[in-house]
């Protein structure tokens, strides 16, 4: 590190923790034979009909610029599957938006309208990208801590006992990453009571929306009196095995949605357009793939949550998205040391619980988008090495 360099970095940059993930992964490439369940990424290649489309727009020249907001016919047909999943309305020309994944989303959302010194509430465990972007964006995280023990869930009374006059916004993502949390209506309903009673905005990302495998997903800005005070991010990222192809999107507002078409403009532009096209056949015909690799999501489910019990590691079940988060205490280990030691002694990567903020210790996430059997060797290693620790 050279001194003179990084004293001219910006201070906000250098004060964000790097990803804990990241390391990982570091850590995954130089080991040979490594079973990863460490990715938050579907397994499964882009369906070939969604690939084809791409290819097609190629053929036809597609190789401009959009419109900031995106292609109008894609912003029309998000508008239809949000009002044909969830009855949330959306006019595809002033409120939607289509980014570089919800990670641009994101990051667009909390810098339109974080001023310095905003506070943000972020339930934890969370996405490892929530709090740096808050940073980034010059707020203040505000950590709402969750637990196993009340399925980590978020409770109002939490939500209202954090809020004070800097408070602005409220970062939710059900179905859960890292733990895999669904909230009910109900539960959601009650928050919602307390978010406009002071206020607040809310930031929904939505992403893991169709892998809800209990219950049914509850669409933020479809409760009462949410639409407009609701920034609604979602992508095709995981629904439709398309991470690289970086496609996400914003609803909400038309003010907000402005504000965020601004920064858009003058930093990317618009979203690749072959792309754009690509999850423009997502949307039209990507169902029946989707709902199968829902089903084999499913199927890993039940073999992972199974797995952890036979194991001895105390394992909330997950309702939604791809990870299960076992609790690793009974093994004396932190979760760092944990994912390190299982890494060097059996080959399996895991992502260590503080990874996701420190309500996160004591845990490690497990993704279960790996094949039937990586996931049955990687668990059996797994036991092994937690035998070895003297559980059961
Ligand atoms: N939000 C959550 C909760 C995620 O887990 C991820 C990726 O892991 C993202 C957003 C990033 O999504 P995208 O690929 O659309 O940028």
Known sequence: MNEAWCERINPVVKNIPSSGIRRFFDMVAETRGVISLGVGEPDFVTPWHIREACIYSLEKGYTMYTSNSGLLELRCAIARDLAGSYGVTYDPRKEI???????????????????????????????????????????????????????????????????TSRTKLLVLCYPNNPTGAVMSRENLQEIMEIVRAHDLIVISDEIYDKLTYEGQHTCVASLPGMKERTILLNGFSKSYAMTGWRIGYACGNPDFIAAMTKIHQYTMLCAPITAQMAALEALKNGRPAMERMIREYNRRRHVVIHAFKDMGLPCFEPRGAFYAFPEIRATGLSSEEFAEVLLQEEKVAVVPGNAFGSSGEGFVRCSYAASLEELGEALRRMAQFVRRLGVR
Do not use: N
């Open 97 to 163: 938006l289509v980014t570089v994944g919800v990670s641009q989303a994101l990051d667009l959302a909390l810098r339109a309208l974080v001023s310095p010194g905003d506070e943000v509430l972020i339930p934890e465990p969370s996405y490892v990208s929530y709090a740096p972007t808050v940073m980034l964006a010059g707020g203040k995280v505000v950590p709402l801590p969750t637990t196993m023990e009340e399925g980590f869930s978020l409770h109002a009374h939490q939500v209202e006992a954090a809020i």
